[in-house]
């Protein structure tokens, strides 16, 4: 982090801090403090000159930096002033570093706010916000699952069901089901014990998984778009061959998503293999993944404009009979 983006780093701090005077000392008189003494010790002790050192004195607006030379890691205490940000008991003495390049000081790391605003008291309060929410989700999940396998097994059941319709029904059912199968399965290998890091997991079982759960969840988006399309096409078409139509809808709702995650899954095998493929720090890698559902959501948006406006026109059309307009409403 360079001097220049520590001043908006400064300025929350500032923002965050209590009033002054419930402060013992103001966060402005701690920096002003440590700057003065920074200045005294580099004017008492230059060595910039010296060809020993590739890196100076460095004053960064929080810590002072010594001289150090090409190669070498300095580590610094966080300063004082994030303590008065952090409860007593709570508050966990950071370090941050630089290294000195040939280009100069690199930037710290860890950064400021990840080493020096720590609460231990917080990863607590982190770690039960995740269970509650893999609890909710996992509860969500289930009675989808079990409303959903209802579902089909009715459908499936009554031959009077059975029709292009209820087929597309059918079908987004499905993919409802697979994507609670998939995030059950995903949950399963990525945190089978609580205390495992699933970053350093790179098992070709881990990443098969990843790819089905990024199947389910397009399929599932795509599925969504092909209801909204059917139904369009419903009130569009005069004469609506629904066969020949339902054919397109399968290979676009499960043969879109099978060319998506294939481009996606050779594209992290060959410039972004790293662990589980379950970060996805490579954006544009991502938007092959992303830009699928994004458009299916959009395109969607549109398609229910469209079917609202049309069924108002047809309300308001003067050959509507009673019968018909009760059908439109």
């Known amino acids: ?156 059941r009554f031959r009077k069901l059975h029709c292009t319709r209820n087929f597309i029904h059918m079908n987004l059912f499905v993919s409802f089901i697979l994507r609670a199968i998939s995030v059950f399965i995903k949950d399963g290998v990525l945190y089978t014990n609580e205390d495992s890091d699933h970053c350093f997991i790179h098992t070709l079982e881990c990443r098969a998984v990843m790819i089905f759960f990024h199947y389910c969840v397009l399929s599932n988006y795509f599925w969504l778009f092909i209801e909204g399309l059917y139904l369009f096409t419903l009130l569009v078409e005069t004469f609506f061959p629904e066969k020949r139509y339902f054919y397109w809808y399968i290979i676009i709702g499960w043969g879109t998503p099978t060319l998506c995650v294939t481009i996606w899954a050779v594209l992290r095998l060959h410039f972004d293999d790293i662990g589980c493929w379950d970060m996805n720090d490579n954006v544009a890698i991502w938007w092959v993944i992303k830009g699928p559902v994004l458009a299916s959501i959009m395109i969607n948006f549109v398609l229910f404009i469209g079917i609202i406006i049309i069924l108002v026109q047809k309300l308001q059309s003067p050959d509507i009979g009673g019968n018909e307009s009760s059908i439109y409403l």
């Open 1 to 156: 982090m360079s001097a220049a983006n520590i001043s908006p780093l400064i300025l929350l701090l500032l923002l965050l801090s209590p009033s002054v005077s419930n402060q013992q000392v103001p966060t402005n008189c701690v920096i002003k403090r440590e700057q003065e003494k920074c200045m005294e010790m580099i004017e008492s002790d230059d060595p910039g000159n010296d060809p020993e050192y590739g890196c100076p004195w460095m004053w960064d607006n929080l810590t002072c930096w010594q001289p150090a030379r090409i190669g070498e890691v300095v580590e610094v205490n966080c300063p004082e002033l994030f303590s008065q940000y952090i409860s007593e008991e709570d508050f966990e003495l950071g370090k941050v570093s630089r290294n000195c390049t040939e280009y100069g000081w690199s930037e710290t790391f860890p950064l400021y706010i990840d080493a020096c605003l720590y609460e231990e008291g917080n990863s607590n309060h982190t770690e039960m916000y995740f269970v509650s929410v893999k609890a909710l989700y996992t509860v969500g999940y289930s009675t989808s699952l079990v409303s959903l396998t209802m579902a089909m097994v009715i459908l499936c």
